[in-house]
């Protein structure tokens, strides 16, 4: 089954709101098994909804319709969308109570242009609106089924959540599972060109791939008649993923991110954290810290911007800032042993760099950052040269300091 | 001139990510005096691809499309364009070249789909690609203008700056400026309601108003045949919001950031600074560092997420943390005392708070926090009740902290 989805509202055009019901939307389709081929955007103009009204009416089994359903004049999905459907608006008792009522419990006044809000389409299914005036409505056609939702998220999504999805559901005997298998220290071409017979043979399931900063998500999605069968689907292509890439994968849950990952890895092997960042400035400590509870396992950050505090906090040495620099491979090593006894912890980990745009030179280039892992007496140091701007290679920096960070606890403490 | 805008990406049809360049693009468009009446959604299907640019190229001056352009064999929008426009793809030589240098200076191999991404179509503008391997496409046709542009934001949002922004300008008679005004330490309802009759009255120049988190970005925009003419235009509605916003503005230039705004402050008055954050874990020193050459003024950051290091590294005491709790006007005020002596800076903000989704109570709910500043011998400490989830209330916590460090600044400094 086919669904396509039409936002109406000029300040989506006008680039004043992200449009997020697209994404909820969409998501929420997904789940139910509805195949979305396309998205539309239009603004608040009849004739321009129209013609997309009359396009998607013939290509899509189901037309997912949001905003213009206000009381103002601008507003005017559902009488494009009736007028496309060939029915006529009729007044929704219903509808003319709820909004009374609404306005009642306000103590505002009504405006008469409200009461346009409880006209519907002849015939439709009308979907009241516990947290705003504007009714949803289904209008089920012979080959075409319109769903016209109110913009606001908090109208739109309570009512998709309570009326709508049930009533998809009911339209869908297939079941859509999914699973998200993360990988980190491997480049998205690597991956794509690693599964590339799995992606040319894939029917169902399906496998896609996103690539994040440092790291890459693969979605593997089955449909079935039923959960578990979806998931037996699932198992196979999951289980030679983990073959192919092995401790790569850093988790198989859609909402584990790379530092809760960190996070079970500390609390299994009861480790003991320390950072200490001069380009980063504290975007390291700072992802860990999204992670609740982290704060029995990360000890201490320290933000050693200036070469006083590398100095003064961490203990790195004069001679080696003197002779190797701030950014190089002696002092990255130096800020990680050096956090790591200030704080008493098992593991520290040192970010020093360019990041730009100014401060480069032929020999230390925007971009070069080194990242030192200490495990007790045992430190690594690698070497990045990362490209962009300084927001990019800061966060670039962050990401390959938890991958190495990752892999040090992986090797040494010996999972 | 209208202007039209299609995403490709299956991840958008999906709901994985939200659509954050449309509403980027749509916003510069706009700024740019372009029309837009149309944005769509595709997956990674080269037919219906196809049919939209088809009806796109017949019914807008120039199309935008945005996605596609990796190295993986889902990624057709370059070949979908150029057959499209009926051009063939050729090889760039500079684009060959850059994506050798990207991958050597990485130290990792190249595979063999990466080539794909230096084919343009022939007779194209080519818009190479500072932050990524996909270069970015101009292609100009009899009556319509076609731009491919790369999907991860990293990359589009550069390249539409520096190279796109300049580009369409250069095609637009019409001159259209516009200045931006950014407050904090207001919220954007207030805002609004002061500016009622401006926005009301407004032709030229009008005012679009944008609510970040603790900020308010207020955009002047005027169209005229001259720069000089279209900047008369600006100047009173500036003048006039100076009057009514004073020192909420923190500053008329697009570029400057809030924590840029800050560095100009510690800068004239030169004033050093040091944090000390709690459950912002190091993202308010991760957003002054965003800020180049702030180590002259940002002497140290401590995160001290944990008693025991807010004791041993800041000084606070244990009878504070004992009768008022982590989470206190006291141990804020104690932070930001004990980083700025530690530190020997004369400015010091500490950050201690709820950020959830656990550990709150009745008498401190999640969301609650208290973000001490300090100046030499005097405290101030704000307290905040903030909405949302962990990662919301963290930011907005960073942005109070900077908000309040600037009014210390502006107060205590004497401004």
């Known amino acids: 089954m086919t669904v396509e989805l039409i936002c109406v509202g000029t300040e989506l055009l006008l680039g004043n709101i992200v449009n997020t019901n697209a994404a909820y939307l969409a998501e929420q389709c997904a789940l139910l098994g509805l195949s979305m081929y396309y998205q539309s955007v239009v603004g608040d103009n009849p004739d321009?909804?129209?013609?997309?009204?009359?396009?998607?009416?013939?290509?899509?089994?189901?037309?997912?319709?949001?905003?213009g359903l206000g009381p103002t004049q601008d507003d005017l999905t559902k009488e494009t969308a009736a007028e496309v459907m060939g029915r006529r608006l009729v007044l929704d008792l219903r509808a003319r109570d709820e909004i009374d009522a609404y306005f009642r419990q306000r103590g505002s006044a009504i405006t008469e242009n409200n009461w346009k809000q409880a006209m519907v389409p002849q015939?439709?299914?009308?979907?009241?609106?516990?947290?705003?005036?504007?009714?949803?409505?289904?209008?089920?056609?012979?080959?075409?089924?319109?769903?016209?939702?109110?913009?606001?998220?908090?109208?739109?999504?309570?009512?998709?959540?309570?009326?709508?999805?049930?009533?998809?559901?009911?339209?869908?005997?297939?079941?859509?599972?999914?699973?998200?298998?993360?990988?980190?220290?491997?480049?998205?071409?690597?991956?794509?060109?690693?599964?590339?017979?799995?992606?040319?043979?894939?029917?169902?399931?399906?496998?896609?791939?996103?690539?994040?900063?440092?790291?890459?998500?693969?979605?593997?999605?089955?449909?079935?008649?039923?959960?578990?069968?979806?998931?037996?689907?699932?198992?196979?292509?999951?289980a030679e993923l983990c073959r192919r890439f092995g401790s790569a994968i850093y988790t198989d849950e859609e909402a584990v991110t790379l530092e809760e990952a960190i996070y079970q890895l500390l609390k299994k092997h009861q480790l003991t954290l320390a950072t200490a960042e001069s380009c980063t400035g504290g975007l390291l400590s700072g992802r860990l810290v999204n992670v609740p509870g982290i704060s029995s396992y990360f000890k201490e950050g320290y933000v050693t911007y200036s070469n006083e505090a590398k100095e003064?906090?961490?203990?790195?040495?004069?001679?080696?800032?003197?002779?190797?620099?701030?950014?190089?491979?002696?002092?990255?090593?130096?800020?990680?042993?050096?956090?790591?006894?200030?704080?008493?912890?098992?593991?520290?980990?040192?970010?020093?760099?360019?990041?730009g745009p100014d401060g480069g030179t032929k020999e230390k280039p925007v971009g070069l950052v080194y990242i030192g892992c200490c495990y007790q007496g045992k430190c690594s140091v690698k070497e990045f040269l990362f490209h962009g701007n300084r927001s990019r290679v800061r966060e670039s920096s962050v990401a390959q300091a938890l991958t190495l960070l990752r892999a040090v606890i992986l090797d040494e403490a010996g999972v």
Chains 1, 2 share one sequence.
């Open 48 to 67: 321009r909804l129209k013609e997309l009204l009359v396009t998607a009416k013939e290509r899509s089994d189901l037309v997912i319709l949001c905003g």
């Open 123 to 238: 015939g439709s299914i009308v979907l009241y609106n516990a947290n705003g005036t504007a009714p949803g409505i289904i209008l089920e056609g012979e080959n075409v089924c319109l769903i016209l939702l109110p913009g606001p998220p908090g109208e739109l999504i309570p009512m998709f959540k309570a009326q709508v999805f049930p009533y998809l559901h009911r339209l869908q005997p297939e079941i859509i599972c999914s699973k998200m298998v993360k990988l980190c220290g491997v480049g998205e071409s690597r991956v794509e060109t690693e599964i590339l017979d799995l992606i040319e043979g894939q029917s169902n399931p399906t496998i896609a791939t996103y690539a994040k900063t440092a790291e890459v998500h693969l979605r593997i999605t089955a449909k079935a008649a039923s959960e578990a069968e979806a998931l037996s689907l699932i198992a196979p292509m999951e």
């Open 312 to 355: 003064k906090l961490l203990g790195v040495s004069h001679q080696t800032l003197e002779m190797f620099g701030a950014v190089s491979k002696e002092t990255a090593a130096e800020m990680a042993s050096g956090c790591m006894k200030a704080a008493g912890a098992e593991l520290g980990i040192g970010i020093t760099g360019v990041a």
